[in-house]
């Protein structure tokens, strides 16, 4: 029984029992042996370590915007040699020379599958799509500093003292370094920014993919110099050129192949694991063969990620699926590892050396920054943003990490450039973000010196409209709408349709221009049925609609920039966003997106132009069809008095253009109102009195006035409306006090409303009335 493959069998029970060898229970699960002289509980600590530490580091950094990129570094070096032989005595055995190897190798190979990620959230169409503006920058940003840090080291390298210096002659490499700009560095920067889809945003994302494939393409073919010079073997490089050129070719197999997973799934399905499998085996392959052809054992998998159809099924369930455990576990792993071969005290800065190092770090810097930033300048970008943009581009992150890494284990580097690269990173990593947000502010573009709201729009004008798409279950509310817009050939409505879309498995946003006057929309339109709907509509109205139909495909933290910048190009007087709760005809709640909620309060604060948020209850589910047209709709309108309710008034007045649409108009008067200043009680009689004149003996116009004295009364009117009228049109009237609402403030749940518009919405209310809250235009440069 004591042989380590003894078996025994009991004829008790009929079970064959295997006995395991002692080396696997002495792994320190089972007994009392010392778990440290073993790699997998080493290896094991160390994780745990490594993740607590950066995690303690990066809960009080990130209030202050700074990456987790900073405090992965930070972990590194209090883990590494620099720490006193005192403390360092203490943690010697959480890092043994037998652990080393497994979890070095653990955390590389995560690093390769971040390198697919990227590579599979990385739409190769933007190659397409790059102006010339971001040509031009992509360009530059490589070759500026690399031309400018070479011709400096030509200069440094003369100094004798640096001759002696083994790693002098791999000077070019350092500088090749610093010159590059990862693609997943600007992508991560960006997002951490939140200005990912912003006009500054997509031009550095543009200009970072050019940069990105010209480094890969450059690195390559060095590779194959490489090989030639080191075997001095011409036809051995041809061969290994040859079998790259032949994996390029098979991405062009590979990827019909991924486009047939994702047509063989259908809509709302998840893809089969064996497809997921079968790309993780190909990524898997790719390494190793890329190995094989002597390039970087990266090569592979990031060519195969870039092969993966981007924001597709597959693309976005290989990212569910892999990304927390890469991005939250193995890259801070592999990032600490590298940062724990730092050594301050190898650093010498009075050496000639370690001056010609810091020198290269400042040049190439500076020339990247200034080489970007010109050709902004050359392209029109403002002073402020052009700044931005070349720090963007000059910023560093965990592609320039690992190359440090990987030029040290090939000894092309020595302890000294590597530390003194590693903490110019973190540096980078500090500064970067920091004067990036205070040189530029997205919203900034959006306060204009233009009044864009509909009280101030000419009444022979057309009505610029942005509507706003996150299901097709909005696609009825809005063109019911748009009925009460008064559209005619007289005074006709433009509107603006922007379907929106939660980015999904990849990492650039696309905005998408359709052409909604065709008959017919291509397969590959992500708004197909919306289009559709609109197309009918303004054909049953045509020459007093007109209608554009967009898609924005960006994340949810982040579409309220494809949002205002449409109305702000556009030059919209409204905005129509749909609230964040969804009724079903019965008045229960069906759904609560908070996300939505918090999309909505974003561009109340920032929006160029009023904005309007509709609530739907289900009961606005009138055709298209000519006959609605004879159909009967009421709508009212409370007015308190204030700009809000001015425009909502503006608004409404409107839908009295329509024969078939009744129109009453409430004004809520208190006996002793001072909560609004004379002027503001003129300019709400000039408007009450234009809607009374012009629409005085009209048959679908009605006007009443009501007194009131506390909250109570207004909550009990608004109640009653919830039954008698098909939409209600109020002012958000945000933080204005008045005797009539009075009260009604403390109970609100949704402040984004306004007070009435809050006390319609509440879950409680079961009528059948729909509600457009309107906020009139804020920012204004007077």
């Not at 290896?43 to 900073?70: N, Y």
């Not at 991560?188 to 920014?193: A, I, N, S, Y």
């Not at 289900?618 to 007015?639: I, N």
Request: charged share 20%.
């Amino acid at each position: 029984m004591n042989d380590v493959s003894a078996e025994y069998f009991n004829s008790n029970n009929g079970l064959r029992c295997i006995r395991f060898p002692p080396k696997i229970h002495s792994i320190g699960f089972w007994n009392n042996e010392d778990p440290f002289q073993y790699s997998v509980p080493v290896a094991e600590l160390q994780m745990v370590v490594i993740f607590v530490l950066t995690q303690l580091l990066h809960f009080p950094l990130k209030r202050f915007g700074i990456p987790s990129l900073f405090s992965e570094i930070m972990a590194g070096i209090i883990l590494g040699p620099t720490l006193p032989n005192n403390v360092r005595d203490h943690t010697r055995k959480l890092s043994p020379d037998n652990s080393q190897e497994i979890i070095g190798t653990l955390s590389i190979f995560g690093y390769t599958l971040f390198l697919f990620l990227i590579g599979v959230q990385t739409d190769m169409g933007m190659i397409l799509k790059t102006g010339k503006k971001a040509f031009a920058i992509g360009v530059l940003s490589l070759i500026a500093p690399f031309v400018v840090g070479s011709a400096f080291t030509n200069i440094l390298v003369k100094n004798p003292i640096v001759q002696k210096n083994a790693s002098a002659k791999n000077l070019v490499f350092v500088v090749g370094a610093h010159a590059m700009t990862p693609f997943p560095v600007i992508a991560l920067l960006l997002k951490d920014l939140k200005i990912l889809n912003s006009e500054l945003g997509r031009l550095a994302l543009s200009s970072s993919l050019i940069s990105e494939l010209l480094s890969v393409s450059l690195t390559a073919v060095m590779a194959i110099f490489k090989v030639y010079k080191d075997h001095q073997s011409l036809s051995r490089a041809i061969v290994d050129l040859g079998l790259c050129v032949c994996f390029l070719l098979f991405i062009l197999i590979i990827r019909p192949a991924m486009v047939w997973m994702v047509k063989q799934t259908p809509e709302g399905r998840p893809v089969k694991d064996s497809y997921i499998y079968f790309i993780i085996l190909v990524v898997l392959l790719s390494g190793v063969f890329s190995h094989w052809i002597e390039q970087a054992v990266l090569f592979g998998p990031f060519i195969i990620g870039l092969a993966v159809p981007a924001g597709t099924p597959l693309g976005y369930t290989l990212v569910d699926k892999l990304d927390s455990f890469v991005s939250g576990l193995l890259l801070p792993l592999f990032m600490t590892l590298i940062a724990s071969r730092t050594n301050l005290d190898a650093i010498n800065l009075l050496h000639p050396f370690a001056i010609t190092n810091i020198t290269l770090i400042i040049v190439t810097f500076l020339a990247k920054v200034s080489a970007c930033m010109l050709a902004a300048r050359f392209c029109e970008l403002p002073f402020e943003d052009a700044l931005a943009l070349g720090l963007i581009m000059s910023a560093k992150g965990v592609v320039e990490m690992a190359t440090y890494s990987f030029l040290r284990d090939f000894q092309t580097i020595d302890r000294q450039t590597f530390t003194l690269m590693v903490i110019a990173t973190a540096l980078a990593t500090v500064a970067v973000p920091i004067c990036v947000r205070k040189l530029y502010d997205p919203s900034r573009k959006y306060a204009g010196y233009q009044k864009r709201n509909i009280l101030h729009s000419k009444h022979d004008s057309v009505l610029h409209i942005v509507a706003c798409i996150h299901n097709p279950h909005n696609t009825a509310a809005i063109i019911n709408l748009l009925d009460l817009s008064g559209p005619t050939t007289e005074r006709p409505v433009m509107i603006h349709l922007l379907h929106l879309i939660e980015l999904r498995g990849r990492t650039s946003p696309i905005f998408i221009s359709h052409q909604i006057q065709k008959e017919t929309v291509s397969n590959r339109s992500y708004s197909e049925d919306v289009i559709l709907a609109f197309s009918q509509y303004e054909k049953y109205h045509q020459g007093a609609v007109m209608a554009q139909a967009f898609t924005a495909i960006s994340p949810r933290e982040f579409m309220h920039e494809d949002i205002c910048t449409l109305a702000l190009n556009k030059l919209a007087a409204l905005v129509v966003i749909p609230f964040h709760l969804k009724w079903a005809i019965d008045g229960s709640i069906i759904s609560e997106d908070q996300a939505l909620r918090t999309l909505n309060c974003k561009i109340l604060d920032r929006a160029p132009c009023s904005v309007g948020i509709l609530l739907d209850r289900g009961h606005q589910g009138r055709s298209t069809t000519e006959e609605s047209a004879k159909s009967s709709y009421s709508v009212v309108t409370v007015f308190f008095g204030g700009k809000d309710d001015r425009e909502a008034l503006t608004y409404a007045k409107r839908a009295v253009k329509n024969s078939s649409i009744s129109l009453t108009v409430v004004r809520c008067m208190a006996m002793e109102d001072e909560s609004l200043n004379e002027e503001e009680k003129r300019l709400d009689d000039i408007v009450l009195d234009d809607v009374k004149l012009n629409n005085s003996g009209k048959e679908n116009f009605f006007y009443m006035e009501v007194v009131m004295s506390n909250g109570c009364e207004t909550s009990l009117l608004v109640r009653a409306m919830l039954d008698e009228f098909d939409l209600i049109i109020v002012g958000r009237r945000h933080n204005v006090e008045c005797p009539q609402t009075a009260g009604l403030k403390e109970f609100s749940e949704f402040p984004e409303l306004g007070v009435v518009g809050d006390l319609i919405a509440s879950w409680d209310r079961k009528g059948k009335a729909c509600v457009l809250v309107i906020q009139q235009q804020e920012h204004i440069i007077q």
